[in-house]
């Protein structure tokens, strides 16, 4: 059997619309923080003595952290002053209900571990998570797959500013339950993995009891292809761009085989970190980046790179070991680095170029250099690691941990973590997970999306393409909440599911069009505020920061009643007399509708308006 192209696995974080998850703090997010508690973490040893290797990492990039509180949603157990309490017990049932529906084997006991976190966004330096079921299943497009875990575990705090020093978080996130549901390594296309995260999250939102909006699901994505490594990109928080995540993966670590095979072609070797201060080379140099360093009262440093000349950035910029230099570089506080495929640029002129080729020896075509302007010793340690990932691509793909960027790509972030990072958690009691506890939730299971989408069907006269298109887009609560308020289940099923694409497609932000703004609009629709054919311009107004009646009143919308249409389409009418009586009347109608629409366009029904215009052509007509 042929080895797969691609090889992927997603975890699904789901925060859980409850108390926090060891007190009884409220789990929303908060406009302001309050107070400055300062820290600095460091890695401790797992039980078997080891030091974790992503842990380490962290810990080496030397930064402080601040504290924000936040009223009503954070407390001593944020602030890791106060041992946890007990276990949000909503919390546990809604996890234990989501793994009997995915047909998981639910442990005896919960007992939650620490996961070392040094980054800073736990205030303990660890995460409390734990194991509540195993082997479950989903089904997806006729094939199945298998869920290896589902966790219960504290969300981390939330990042509100960054410098170069330190960091400050903001506790209202910190504590917020999440689920957390691990797939097998089952994917084997982009496509496939964004239907696996649509089936999980649909199940998710049919507890009732997980949160909605942005930032309130996150996805690790697990990928690897044959020859390459296990790369995890960490926290994609948009569904649609997980395929292209995929996609461009399997391109970086194909990328990157590809400059493994070059350079062992050359036999190129394993290159010292020798740095060599090239200051005075550069002496003259106009460069911002060069000139800014010196006045730091920097320096330039510089490495030689035998036989990695044109796999920096070569073969019309698809070869792109440099960017991943870089990106190591980076996590030493610098701003990056130039190597010589892209040279000269940035204010780097050939004379430089060549003044420091000399200056290091470089004789081959094959040498390549690369260069840190910085305060000494940060631009020595930023190098170090950039050599260091040099000479791990002559070799194989690293294995690592990325941060998703907004275009679908990922930059490094840290190594991937081991099983050094996990131990118990000596502060929280084990849950015993009785039988009749379960057999009381499998008897009371929430309706399955399939189940949702007939019962949309037949309840509200839709079809099932659109009763799909609702439960997966999460709006199955607003459509019922307007078709039974209000009985417009179609105008309801027509917006979510064309309108709301049009204005996406377009870049209009529809996340600010809550269910209260809708419920709003359909309640001023039902009482003819305003037409149907208005609803895309009066949403998208409305997505921009406007209320309903100042949007309608903006937009000149305020519906019309009878006698003031028939005086606009009469007077349409007069105007194309010659028009109506050569088509022979009635035939004038739908030519005539784009004028009368234009006039009337949100301030009456378009069948209502095409009565009126039948009636004022009759009557021309006699």
């Known amino acids: 059997?042929?080895?797969?192209?691609?090889?992927?696995?997603?975890?699904?974080?789901?925060?859980?619309?409850?108390?926090?998850?060891?007190?009884?703090?409220?789990?929303?997010?908060?406009?302001?923080?309050?107070?400055?508690?300062?820290?600095?973490?460091?890695?401790?040893?797992?039980?078997?003595?080891?030091?974790?290797?992503?842990?380490?990492?962290?810990?080496?990039?030397?930064?402080?952290?601040?504290?924000?509180?936040?009223?009503?949603?954070?407390?001593?157990?944020?602030?890791?002053?106060?041992?946890?309490?007990?276990?949000?017990?909503?919390?546990?049932?809604?996890?234990?209900?989501?793994?009997?529906?995915?047909?998981?084997?639910?442990?005896?006991?919960?007992?939650?571990?620490?996961?070392?976190?040094?980054?800073?966004?736990?205030?303990?330096?660890?995460?409390?998570?734990?194991?509540?079921?195993?082997?479950?299943?989903?089904?997806?497009?006729?094939?199945?797959?298998?869920?290896?875990?589902?966790?219960?575990?504290?969300?981390?705090?939330?990042?509100?500013?960054?410098?170069?020093?330190?960091i400050t978080y903001r506790l209202d996130r910190l504590g917020i339950p999440l689920i957390e549901v691990a797939t097998g390594p089952d994917i084997r296309t982009p496509e496939e993995c964004m239907e696996v995260a649509l089936r999980i999250g649909t199940l998710l939102r049919a507890t009732k009891r997980v949160k909605r909006g942005i930032g309130t699901i996150r996805e690790d994505l697990n990928i690897s292809i044959p020859g390459g490594a296990r790369i995890e990109i960490k926290g994609v928080q948009e569904l649609r761009l997980l395929p292209l995540y995929v996609e461009n993966e399997v391109k970086?670590?194909?990328?990157?085989?590809?400059?493994?095979?070059?350079?062992?072609?050359?036999?190129?070797?394993?290159?010292?970190?020798?740095?060599?201060?090239?200051?005075?080379?550069?002496?003259?140099?106009?460069?911002?980046v060069i000139q800014g360093a010196f006045k730091d009262k920097g320096k330039v440093i510089a490495v030689r790179l035998p036989g990695f000349s044109g796999v920096m950035n070569g073969d019309n910029g698809t070869l792109r070991l440099g960017a991943e230099m870089a990106q190591r570089a980076r996590t030493k506080g610098v701003k990056g680095i130039f190597h010589s495929d892209e040279l000269p640029n940035y204010g780097i002129e050939q004379q430089f170029v060549d003044a420091l080729r000399e200056k290091i020896g470089m004789t081959g075509p094959e040498d390549a250099f690369v260069i840190c302007a910085a305060k000494e010793k940060k631009a020595k340690d930023a190098l170090e690691v950039a050599v260091e990932r040099a000479n791990i691509a002559l070799k194989e793909v690293p294995e690592e941990t990325r941060d998703p960027l907004p275009d679908g790509t990922s930059k490094y972030s840290r190594p991937l973590p081991g099983a050094a990072r996990m131990y118990p958690e000596t502060d929280v009691p084990p849950t015993e997970i009785t039988r009749e506890r379960l057999e009381y939730i499998r008897n009371n299971l929430p309706e399955l999306p399939e189940e949702i989408e007939k019962r949309l069907v037949s309840q509200y006269g839709i079809n099932a393409q659109q009763a799909r298109q609702i439960v997966r887009q999460d709006n199955t609560d607003l459509f019922e909440r307007i078709s039974k308020e209000y009985d417009m289940a179609g105008v309801a099923a027509t917006t979510f599911l064309n309108t709301y694409g049009e204005l996406e497609h377009d870049g209009v932000d529809i996340s600010a069009l809550t269910d209260e703004k809708m419920m709003q609009v359909f309640g001023m629709l039902k009482q003819a505020r305003f037409a149907k054919e208005a609803l895309p311009a009066l949403l998208r107004e409305m997505a921009s920061g406007t209320d309903a009646e100042k949007a309608i009143s903006k937009l000149g919308l305020e519906a019309v009643d009878d006698d003031e249409a028939v005086r606009i389409i009469a007077q349409i009418v007069k105007e194309r007399e010659d028009f109506i009586r050569s088509k022979g009347g009635l035939a004038a109608i739908g030519p005539l509708m784009g004028p009368v629409m234009g006039a009337l366009r949100g301030k009456i029904d378009g069948q209502k308006a095409n009565e009126l215009l039948t009636q004022e052509i009759k009557k021309l007509m006699g």
């Open 1 to 166: 059997m042929a080895e797969p192209e691609l090889i992927c696995g997603i975890e699904i974080h789901q925060q859980l619309d409850t108390k926090k998850l060891f007190c009884d703090c409220d789990s929303h997010l908060c406009e302001e923080g309050h107070g400055a508690v300062y820290r600095r973490l460091r890695p401790t040893t797992s039980e078997t003595g080891e030091v974790d290797r992503a842990a380490l990492a962290q810990f080496q990039r030397n930064l402080g952290y601040i504290y924000q509180s936040a009223h009503g949603t954070s407390c001593l157990v944020e602030l890791d002053e106060e041992p946890p309490h007990n276990i949000n017990a909503d919390a546990m049932k809604t996890t234990l209900m989501f793994s009997e529906m995915m047909g998981a084997r639910v442990v005896d006991e919960v007992h939650f571990m620490r996961k070392i976190v040094v980054d800073g966004s736990n205030t303990s330096g660890f995460q409390r998570t734990a194991l509540v079921a195993t082997d479950g299943e989903i089904e997806v497009n006729g094939k199945k797959i298998s869920i290896l875990s589902v966790c219960l575990e504290e969300d981390a705090c939330r990042k509100v500013e960054t410098s170069d020093a330190e």
């Open 252 to 288: 970086r670590q194909r990328m990157l085989l590809r400059i493994r095979d070059i350079l062992t072609g050359r036999g190129t070797k394993e290159v010292p970190f020798e740095p060599i201060d090239v200051t005075d080379v550069f002496k003259e140099c106009q460069s911002k």
